[in-house]
């Protein structure tokens, strides 16, 4: 059975930071995915983790946002430094398998105060 749990959401002043967890079992992963989706927004992928190559990032997030996995524990992280109040969304792990199917979480709340 196929499992993306995500994590660490929460509320944060401006400038302040969260790290984001993703626990992702039940199939082989080539890519792990951080999206977010801020009301009355379209989803938007902020950044991806493929098994092999480097890590992407959406321009906005870029020098703010870290992905990177911890293997053993078969889960992803998103640490978000300088956080700004336009970074307020429902933050979604995608698990892509070998096979290229997506499979979601449940998606976790990150709110900026400003």
């Known amino acids: 059975q196929v499992q993306v749990v995500e994590s660490g959401g929460g509320l944060v002043q401006a400038g302040g930071s969260l790290r984001l967890s993703c626990a992702a079992s039940?199939?082989?992963?080539?890519?792990i995915n951080w999206y977010r989706q801020a009301p009355g927004k379209q989803r938007e992928l902020v950044a991806s983790?493929?098994?092999?190559?480097?890590?992407n990032y959406a321009d906005s997030v870029k020098g703010r946002f870290t992905i990177s996995r911890d293997s053993a524990k078969k889960t992803v992280f998103l640490q978000m430094n300088s956080l700004k109040p336009e970074d307020t969304a429902v933050y979604y792990c995608?698990?892509?398998?070998?096979?290229?199917?997506?499979?979601w979480g449940r998606g976790t709340q990150v709110t900026v105060s400003s």
């Open positions: 995608n698990a892509r398998d070998i096979g290229w199917s997506a499979y």
């Open positions: 039940g199939r082989i992963f080539t890519e």
């Open positions: 983790l493929p098994s092999v190559g480097r890590p």
